[in-house]
């Protein structure tokens, strides 16, 4: 079974551009969350996905949106980039909704390491 | 305030050699908690999941155990090897779904 798919692996955008991360699940899954990844803060919870749904939010701003679509695939968007967004944003897919809330598993993909200058 | 702590932040060990990590928690209602192994540059990877009633729970050379009275957990690594140099999380789910994360624990293994 193929595991959670995160594309571009790198990518460096400039202050003020946008960026649009890409996410595919494994097979079967249904729910999709994101989160971003910093040597200062740790696995920061971004927002969750299930069945097109967004169902829970972290504490970003507004700039970091995101959306998934009929088969599961998700995508995750960031406006105007800031040099704090510098970071590793990790996509997971897991069967239940809630991260795999319960006994379920989360299952990660390898990251999409985003530079800001 | 993080609602999950470890500790220690880093620690090295030699390889052949055992060592156990810490996590304390305050997320309440609990539903579970999970260990996760992150190798430099990969995503997490699970290594166990904890429910309320579950005290142990083993994955090869990994033991995690669990005292929900009060909140806290560890991650016991039996005879290291140069393999678990990695970041071990902690991670506690609530039971409206929410996922509160350690900071992480660097373990560096020596030969």
């Known amino acids: 079974k193929a595991g959670v798919t995160q594309t571009p692996r790198y990518l460096i955008k400039t202050r003020g551009q946008q960026v649009t991360l890409s996410c595919s699940p494994i097979?079967?899954?249904?729910?999709v969350s994101w989160y971003q990844q910093t040597p200062g803060q740790g696995l920061q919870f971004l927002f969750e996905?299930?069945?097109?749904?967004?169902?829970n939010k972290g504490n970003f701003p507004g700039r970091f949106s995101g959306r998934q679509f009929s088969n599961s695939r998700s995508e995750m968007n960031v406006s105007t980039l800031e040099l704090g967004d510098s970071a590793l944003y990790l996509c997971?897919?897991?069967?239940?909704?809630?991260?795999?809330?319960?006994?379920?598993?989360?299952?990660f993909g390898e990251g999409s390491r985003l530079t800001v200058l | 305030k993080n609602q999950v702590e470890q500790s220690p932040q880093s620690l090295i060990i030699l390889e052949g050699k055992n060592c156990t990590l810490q996590?304390?928690?305050?997320?309440?209602?609990?539903?579970?908690l999970r260990w996760y192994k992150q190798d430099t540059g990969r995503g997490p990877v699970s290594l166990t999941i904890?429910?309320?009633?579950?005290n142990t729970k083993s994955n090869g050379r990994y033991t995690a155990t669990l005292d929900a009275d009060t909140k806290q957990s560890s991650l016991h690594i039996t005879a290291s090897q140069l393999s678990d140099s990695a970041s071990y999380i902690c991670?506690?789910?609530?039971?409206?779904?929410?996922?509160?994360f350690g900071a992480g624990t660097t373990v560096t293994v020596r030969a």
């Open positions: 996905y299930f069945s097109e749904t967004q169902r």
């Open positions: 097979s079967g899954h249904r729910s």
């Open positions: 991670v506690v789910s609530a039971r409206d779904y929410k996922l509160s």
């Open positions: 997971a897919s897991s069967y239940y909704r809630g991260g795999g809330a319960g006994t379920g598993e989360l299952f």
């Open positions: 996590c304390n928690y305050t997320v309440s209602p609990f539903s579970n």
């Open positions: 904890m429910t309320f009633s579950e």
